[in-house]
């Protein structure tokens, strides 16, 4: 059982919609991040938040947008997307000390872009 | 230079073959040490935490060497069960946040 919770675990949406995933984790951890993986493609990271404050941004277009209302919640709302988005899309979560725990993965969404 | 690197793969081995995975890093202040395995369509899930002194989990056996910034993961008598990529992890000590390689394929054959 995970303690990283993603939902929906599938997505389905057109070009001109808009949704949220969201991203839930019961772990106490304060560091949470975004990655995206195409199909039998590596994990790309997208963001990364550290004590609620966004510390990376690996050159995410705009149509991919990040909240942390707190440290236990991420979402990634989206946008105007492409079929090129269609990918899983997963959350982590680690707790941020001075010599890290491990991250800890939510099982994804499967985003399609129709 | 990149954080966090390694060889993509695949290995294709067969079964009760040894394999060994390398990864290097590229900021000496990073503190931790992780394998991570991802098998298809699946999350990442922790195999093991690398130590400095080096460490093994049955088959499995981690290295770390701080000096060359270089970490290693060796499978003893692959099982068809080992098929999967191999992910290594290091800590970003500038955000004290996880950094993970792109993985290295493994591919186990009868």
Request: hydrophobic share 30%; glycine share 6%.
């Amino acid at each position: 059982e995970t303690g990283v919770t993603q939902t929906p675990r599938h997505l389905v949406m057109g070009m001109t919609n808009k949704k949220s995933l969201k991203c839930e984790q019961h772990l106490g951890h304060n560091a949470m991040y975004w990655y995206k993986q195409s199909a039998k493609k590596p994990l790309e990271l997208m963001f990364v938040y550290s004590l609620e404050e966004r510390v990376e941004n690996n050159s995410v277009p705009s149509r991919f947008s990040p909240e942390c209302p707190n440290s236990s919640h991420l979402f990634l709302h989206l946008h105007t997307l492409q079929p090129e988005d269609s990918a899983l899309y997963l959350c982590a979560s680690s707790q941020m000390v001075t010599g890290n725990t491990e991250a800890f993965f939510g099982q994804g969404t499967r985003l399609t872009v129709v | 230079r990149k954080e966090v690197e390694q060889d993509p793969g695949p290995f294709n081995v067969p079964e009760g073959a040894t394999v060994a995975f390398n990864c290097t890093y590229s900021n000496s202040a990073s503190q931790s040490f992780f394998w991570y395995r991802q098998d298809c369509r699946k999350e990442p899930k922790l195999l093991m935490s690398v130590y400095s002194s080096g460490n093994e989990d049955g088959r499995f056996t981690a290295q770390l060497n701080r000096a060359s910034q270089y970490i290693s993961l060796l499978i003893r008598d692959s099982k068809l069960s080992d098929s999967a990529t191999y992910l290594c992890v290091v800590n970003n000590a500038r955000y004290s946040t996880l950094t993970f390689g792109k993985g290295t394929m493994l591919l186990v054959s009868p």
